[in-house]
């Protein structure tokens, strides 16, 4: 809806993708090496559904899809993102395209792994940070696995002039509750301009019922 948060976010994001280019951004990566690691330590493997959170125009997709995976699904705000990397992968039928904002998506199914680099730390509110916690349980099969990548304590305190909420490993596995995390890793992320952005990440999965 024009002028709610959502859309004010979504014209937020589309700008920065048409004013930068999805491979100039600051936040672009050739080759998502962490999460590729982390998704192997989860011994995540083709047969399984990936969710893509905030997965904007990042290649993740093309190297899961490389590796033989079949169902995964890329959510981001910006139909502008989308656009680009659906386009990049030549609208591969593998690959499920969701414009929405994660606060206010409604899960339509479960995945069994829910990936997120880089979009948690724009959630700077608690109230925020606690949907984004709903929400992940709730697209989640029971048993699912997880891997989230945010700004390390040390990292920047805004990008693309948005503020951000850094976390340190402890802040991170304290974030989802009663979960097991089972990964944790700093990795410094090296921005297409040359600076060093430290990230922490962690990977484990939901505990069955
Ligand atoms: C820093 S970029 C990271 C993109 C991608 N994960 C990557 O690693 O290349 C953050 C992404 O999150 C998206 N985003 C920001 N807030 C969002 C929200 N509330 N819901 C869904 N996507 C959001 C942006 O459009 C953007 O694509």
């Not at 280019?21 to 080759?31: D, L, N, R």
């Not at 591969?92 to 829910?114: E, G, M, S």
């Not at 089972?182 to 922490?200: D, E, I, K, S, Y």
């Amino acid at each position: 809806m024009p002028g709610s948060p959502d859309a004010g976010r979504a014209a937020h994001w589309d700008d920065r993708y048409r004013s930068v280019g999805p491979t100039a951004a600051s936040w672009f990566e050739e080759q998502p090496t962490t999460s590729l690691d982390l998704l192997a330590a989860l011994d995540v493997r083709p047969l399984n559904s990936v969710i893509d959170v905030g997965g904007g125009a990042s290649t993740l997709v093309d190297h899961l899809l490389a590796v033989g995976h079949t169902e995964l699904a890329v959510l981001d705000v910006s139909a502008v993102a989308l656009a680009a990397a659906r386009h990049r992968i030549d609208d591969d039928p593998a690959v499920t395209w969701i414009q929405a904002d994660v606060l206010t998506w409604n899960p339509p199914r479960r995945w069994d792994v829910w990936h997120d680099r880089a979009v948690l730390h724009f959630l700077v509110d608690d109230t925020d940070r606690q949907t984004y916690v709903t929400q992940l349980r709730r697209s989640l099969t029971p048993g699912g696995a997880f891997v989230i990548g945010a700004f390390a304590e040390d990292g920047p305190t805004e990008c693309s002039a948005l503020p951000v909420r850094r976390y340190s490993i402890d802040d991170l596995d304290d974030l989802l509750g009663d979960v097991d995390v089972l990964h944790r890793r700093r990795h410094l992320h090296r921005t297409p301009g040359g600076a060093n952005q430290p990230f922490n990440w962690i990977a484990g999965r939901l505990r069955c019922a």
